[in-house]
């Protein structure tokens, strides 16, 4: 008999949330993810966020883990008056509550979909580095967004989008100077470790963010005040791991790949702000293929999508 110790394989779930309009695309999530072979051993949870029973009793054979959503933070529930699709907005900084038991919590939004599963690789190198994995906006050597307000002299009147969110929720000046210079995370994909020690320090940022401010952006900026004021560690994604450009296609293998020299697989492509397309699966646009030509396409799942062997 062997004197090594057998190594239990971490148990990992990946967390999304959605609303009756949502549903359909978080069914494509959940089918993306199970096209994928290599991550069988992921389990697929799901939070209903104002779901109708209808919709949740379809989905539920369809994940390992269902639970109906509940406002986390009472503040939150208050401002959202009744808009309960805004509940996964919060919910996301809490799926160790809704799903114990699991050592890493993946959370991936309904809108985006797995194409490539090296992208849950790298979000799982991520964890074991730094307990927090997660991607910006846009790259890191693009420059941070500023909403210029106007001039005054020589001077530009401007804001940045930590800026504003930390002005909004009326946080202590030096802590509004400090995040005016970050550019925001995007949580619409990452990953936290079950012991990492960010959980609590996201939840308290999320709390004081909004009592005073918008549920819209706190949850980004919880995380970035997690990392930039209160120093916890982070490992950043490539931006292919949360993509939300308009993507090329691979002549060769008919896989969906970056717009950029040298075209890398888009490993989870993120619909976010395109109405249209997430309420219309039939819905397509012309693309560009990496030779060149022209392709038609929706930008939502469909299995024929995938990288062709």
């Not at 509004?176 to 990953?191: D, E, H, Q, S, T």
């Not at 060149?292 to 024929?304: C, H, I, Q």
Request: net charge positive.
């Amino acid at each position: 008999m062997s004197d090594r110790t057998a190594v239990a394989s971490p148990r990992i779930t990946i967390v999304t949330g959605a609303d009756d309009r949502y549903a359909p695309l978080a069914a494509e999530l959940i089918a993306s993810v199970r096209a994928h072979r290599v991550l069988d051993h992921i389990d697929l949870s799901l939070i209903g966020t104002g779901m109708s029973p209808a919709v949740a009793e379809s989905l539920r054979p369809q994940v390992e883990n269902f639970a109906d959503g509940t406002w986390s933070i009472d503040a939150a529930e208050r401002r959202a008056a009744g808009r309960d699709w805004l509940m996964a907005r919060v919910a996301k900084l809490y799926t160790r509550d809704f799903f114990p038991g699991y050592d890493v919590y993946i959370w991936i939004d309904a809108d985006a979909w797995v194409c490539d599963p090296a992208a849950i690789d790298w979000l799982l190198t991520g964890v074991a580095e730094a307990g927090l994995a997660v991607g910006y906006d846009d790259r890191p050597t693009s420059p941070i967004p500023l909403d210029i307000r106007g001039f005054l002299g020589g001077w530009v009147l401007a804001r940045t989008y930590c800026m504003k969110h930390a002005r909004r929720a009326r946080l202590p000046a030096e802590a509004v100077r400090r995040l005016a210079r970050v550019r925001p995370f995007n949580n619409g994909v990452f990953a936290l470790a079950a012991d990492a020690p960010h959980w609590p320090v996201i939840q308290g940022h999320m709390r004081r963010l909004v009592h005073k401010g918008r549920i819209v952006g706190s949850n980004q900026m919880a995380i970035v005040m997690a990392v930039h004021l209160d120093g916890l560690p982070v490992a950043i994604l490539p931006h292919a791991c949360n993509y939300l450009e308009v993507p090329r296609v691979c002549a060769r293998s008919g896989a969906f790949v970056e717009a950029e020299i040298p075209h890398r697989p888009v490993g989870v492509l993120h619909l976010a702000a395109r109405d249209a397309m997430r309420a219309d699966p039939t819905l397509e646009m012309d693309l560009r293929d990496t030779a060149g030509g022209t392709v038609r396409r929706s930008l939502r799942y469909r299995s024929e999508y995938l990288a062709r062997a």
